[in-house]
């Protein structure tokens, strides 16, 4: 059974960073591309970033591009968020996903994990 | 980036109906679009990608097409736990962009 647990999010200040981790099990985690998604309180779903199977290729969304950085440790089966100058606008549930295909980036998700809630707030 | 336009933002329908959301794209996509499902509290689930190609265990009542540039998700034979809120995503260009969403709740 594939899991994705979330974790490290948290109350932070606006400016301040936070790791989000991804525990993944239950699929062979070296072979898949993996994501970054996130929703706001009440609003929609905006995909942040993805990390090719091998880390060589990586992807952002502009409004994070700069400050967070995805990266991942396949020895052991997790995903990574780094999160730095943290604005009002970045709180949200943060959900890692992997991915069912992609295409240079282009991602459709398949499973995803229950999320983990940052909220930059002063 | 390119604009998905989802509607409509909520419908309200009972069990047994048929329902239809569209999401219309800013520019030719193809068939890169996919939906999900989304009940509150909980992570998105995949139904739909390729515009209409079902995800194996998704039931049959769930149905996408697609005409240019609008996609519909029709679901035929309203589920009490089809009520939740549904989602498109472009998977044409990066960054992958979602619909606004559309609450699908009880009549």
């Known amino acids: 059974e594939v899991q994705l647990v979330e974790s490290g999010g948290g109350l932070v200040q606006p400016g301040g960073s936070l790791r989000l981790s991804c525990a993944a099990s239950?699929?062979?985690?070296?072979?898949?591309?993996m994501n970054w998604f996130r929703q706001a309180p009440g609003r929609g779903l905006e995909w942040v970033a993805n990390i090719k199977e091998d880390a060589t290729e990586k992807y952002y969304v502009d409004s994070v591009r700069g400050r967070f950085t995805i990266s991942r440790d396949n020895a052991k089966n997790s995903l990574y968020l780094q999160m730095n100058s943290l604005r009002v606008e970045d709180t949200a549930v943060y959900y890692c996903?992997?991915?069912?295909?992609?295409?240079?980036?282009?991602?459709?998700?398949?499973?995803w994990g229950q999320g983990t809630l940052v909220t930059v707030s002063s | 980036d390119i604009q998905m336009t989802q509607s409509p933002s909520s419908l309200s329908a009972s069990v047994g109906d048929r329902i239809t959301i569209s999401c219309r794209a800013s520019?030719?996509?193809?068939?890169?679009l996919g939906w999900f499902q989304q009940k509150p509290g909980k992570a998105p689930k995949r139904l739909i990608h390729?515009?209409?190609r079902l995800q194996s265990e998704v039931p049959s009542r769930f149905s996408g097409s697609r005409s240019g540039t609008e996609f519909t998700l029709t679901i035929s034979g309203l589920q009490p736990e089809d009520f939740a809120t549904y989602y498109c995503l472009q998977l044409n260009a990066v960054p992958v962009t979602f619909g606004q969403g559309t609450r699908l709740e009880i009549e």
């Open positions: 996903a992997n991915t069912y295909f992609c295409l240079g980036g282009r991602c459709y998700p398949d499973f």
């Open positions: 520019q030719g996509i193809g068939n890169d």
């Open positions: 239950g699929f062979t985690f070296n072979t898949y591309w």
């Open positions: 390729a515009a209409s």
